[in-house]
């Protein structure tokens, strides 16, 4: 079965960190955010460990044509999804999502056979 590309736009970069670091390849987690008031099916999109660099965007004057909103991918996945950027125009990035995308880091120190890992 053929599962069906999702891309997502990430707006509101300007009021956190801008677009100036994102490149396309990073992964990008995207978080519901049931708490938000002003938006019932808000999607937060993180960076670690930089933390919110914007949202999902929700809104017919805020998602360019060939992406999907927020209120679209909102009930695909249970929490959590990961993306990846794939381009970077302006002051959003496109993002292609996929919930069985994972991140996970591995720290050890030289000499030490002992491994920390954080997802």
């Known amino acids: 079965m053929h599962q069906e590309t999702?891309?997502?736009?990430?707006t509101g970069t300007k009021h956190y960190y801008r677009t100036d670091f994102l490149k396309p390849g990073q992964l990008i987690h995207l978080k519901k955010d049931p708490d938000n008031m002003h938006d019932q099916e808000a999607i937060r999109a993180e960076i670690t460990p930089i933390g919110t660099i914007g949202y999902v965007a929700n809104s017919t004057h805020s998602v360019p044509k060939g992406c999907w909103s927020a209120g679209r991918i909102y009930d695909r996945?249970?929490?959590?999804?990961?993306?990846?950027?794939?381009f970077v125009v302006k002051d959003l990035a496109i993002v292609e999502?996929?919930?069985?995308w994972h991140e996970l880091y591995l720290v050890y120190k030289t000499g030490d056979n002992s491994l920390i890992m954080s997802d």
């Not at 999702?6 to 990430?10: E, L, N, S």
């Not at 999502?97 to 069985?100: P, Q, S, T, Y």
């Open 6 to 10: 999702i891309y997502v736009a990430i």
């Open 97 to 100: 999502v996929n919930r069985n």
């Open 77 to 86: 996945f249970e929490e959590h999804a990961t993306g990846v950027v794939r």
